[in-house]
């Protein structure tokens, strides 16, 4: 086979992937990380960044919120991006790698570019493949992951908070019948991932009943898909009569669930209270803080995160450079809370879950990467100074962290050190 | 500030209103005062939760509103009908964040005279320090639109 510059490159920017760790920054960029991890910057002061890949040879693929995709190569192994290079355009939050195929999503369409092995971004135009998805501002991110069985699937998320009509958010927002509703929103549909102009009626609708997701992911070690959701706001300005502001801040759950065919998470008649560990009915359809939503009418939570912390990206851990009690792990990045107000905000980190032999999470989680922030109190977001928000794995096992806030791009290593 | 270019077009062309009852002359130091303390309180109960106890908003999901030209508008009329109506009133321009702001028309006329009062001495570009008036809600509330 002959060898062009391009695969050439390709295979030394592979063989560097592998290759020795970088130097950390000296303050590890910032971060509170567990003993013998360090951190440094990749890349600094990008726009606004939301989910992220990385491709087999180490190159770097981050959706910007408003505009196209960066993609990042580091060609000398100093772990700094030496080049960076915007495409697209549209904005958005999805994305994902299939083979060559890089996959993302604005909050309207599905589309892919053809990558070209040695190449950084795709010389040619990209492909649509599934247009107009519905969108309505509100939780219109469209997060997708492909499946075991080759699909790939798309969240439409619910234009909503707990669908209480036109007071929605507001004091007496009642619920309305949401049967309509969520044939079209709160759930995922699964598609062909090689059929191009799909329409969400061309999908299949796979689950239902939850309020937004911005993360959908494939377990390697059994093949399941894992969501993890952001909970509903403002309890205590829809029903102050049975909420205080304290319950608001700790109410509900950001839930995490194993996504099966046909599943309903529950939304928008309930929520699950992370302290009493129960499913409870929603105020907009009678709840009252204490009234129970009907047994086994939907699933327990795997893991019931605290309120609000509001999480973006999920990635499992199939590396071998961190210690052996991560490996087929899992890490989220949490954006960090707005509704936890006036009660200081919190979040703003990546956790670690631990899964076991089965691929199933063990229901604990542990802070893996704390201080984005770079404060101990936190009234408002903009006081943070950067929030996760993507988090991806390298082929080196090194883990990758983009910001919303400032446009950095973080990458944590284990040195042991 | 593109949001604000509308509204400021808008405030030039609307003169106050006819049926807008005269403010009171020398209003009463301690009863502003008073005002503006329960227009605190509301601010933090029901607005400061979206738009932040600083008034900063939250990035892409709710908007700042300090200097906003709603409520540094010296006729308290758009604000009024923005805090009855909600974010439905902004039309296009609501569509530059996320979360839709809901009708707080639940709130008395007393105390959206006391909130207005609140974030106009507080938020407005430059502070408004006469209060705002239940009559002048109530006409902003019997309006069928925006003035």
Known sequence: ?417 | MKRFAGVVLILTLTACSKQEPPPAATPDPAATAALLKQGEEIFQNTCATCHMADGAGVPNLQPSIIGSGWISAQDPQLLLSLILRGSAILGEAAKAYENDMAPQDHLTDAEIAAVASYVRSHFAGTPITVPVTPAQVAIARNRPGLP
């Open chain 1, 1 to 417: 086979m002959k060898k062009t510059p391009a695969l050439i490159a390709s295979l030394l920017l592979a063989a560097l992937a592998r290759g020795a760790l970088p130097a950390p920054d000296a303050d590890n960029a910032g971060l509170i990380l567990p003993p013998g991890f360090h951190a440094l910057v990749v890349a600094d002061k990008l726009k606004g960044l939301r989910n992220m890949t990385v491709a087999a040879n180490g190159d770097l693929y981050v959706k910007t919120a408003k505009d196209g995709i960066y993609g990042l190569r580091d060609t000398d192994g100093d772990g700094k991006a030496d080049v960076i290079k915007e495409f697209g355009s549209g904005g958005g939050t999805g994305i994902a790698l299939r083979g060559d195929w890089l996959y993302e999503s604005t909050d309207d369409h599905v589309f892919r570019y053809k990558l070209t092995p040695g190449e950084l971004i795709p010389a040619g135009e990209p492909e649509r493949v599934i247009r107009d998805l519905p969108n309505k501002r509100q939780h219109s991110a469209k997060a997708l992951a492909f499946g075991a069985d080759g699909r790939l699937y798309v969240e439409v998320g619910s234009p909503s908070n707990a669908y209480g009509g036109k007071k929605d958010r507001a004091l007496g927002a009642t619920g309305e019948d949401p049967t309509e509703f969520l044939k079209t929103y709160g759930g995922y549909w699964s598609y062909d991932p090689d059929k191009l102009d799909q329409t969400q009626a061309d999908g299949h609708h796979f689950s239902t009943g939850h309020r937004h997701s911005t993360t959908i992911a494939l377990n390697p070690v059994n093949g399941k898909l894992f969501v993890a959701v952001h909970g509903r706001d403002q309890l205590n300005t829809v029903a102050p009569q049975f909420y205080t502001v304290q319950d608001n801040a700790e109410n509900p759950a950001e839930v995490f669930h194993v996504l099966t065919d046909g599943a309903n998470l529950g939304w928008p008649y309930t929520y699950w209270d992370p302290r009493a560990k129960q499913r409870k009915m929603n105020p907009e359809y009678g709840g009252d803080g204490k009234k129970l939503a009907e047994a086994g009418k939907y699933p327990d939570p795997l893991i019931g995160f605290p309120a609000h912390w509001a999480p973006m990206q999920l990635a499992f851990y199939p590396g071998t450079q961190f210690p052996a009690k991560y490996k087929n792990g899992a890490f989220l990045a949490f954006h960090g809370s707005w509704n936890r107000a006036p009660e200081p905000q919190k979040g703003y980190r990546v956790v670690f879950i631990p899964f076991d032999a089965q691929g199933m999470p063990t229901g604990d989680y542990e802070t893996f990467a704390d201080n984005f922030a770079g404060k101990t109190e936190i009234k408002s977001p903009n006081d943070a100074d950067h929030r996760p928000n993507g988090v991806a794995v390298g082929p080196d096992g090194s883990l990758y962290v983009s910001d919303s806030a400032k446009g950095r791009v973080y990458r944590i290593i284990y040195t042991g050190k």
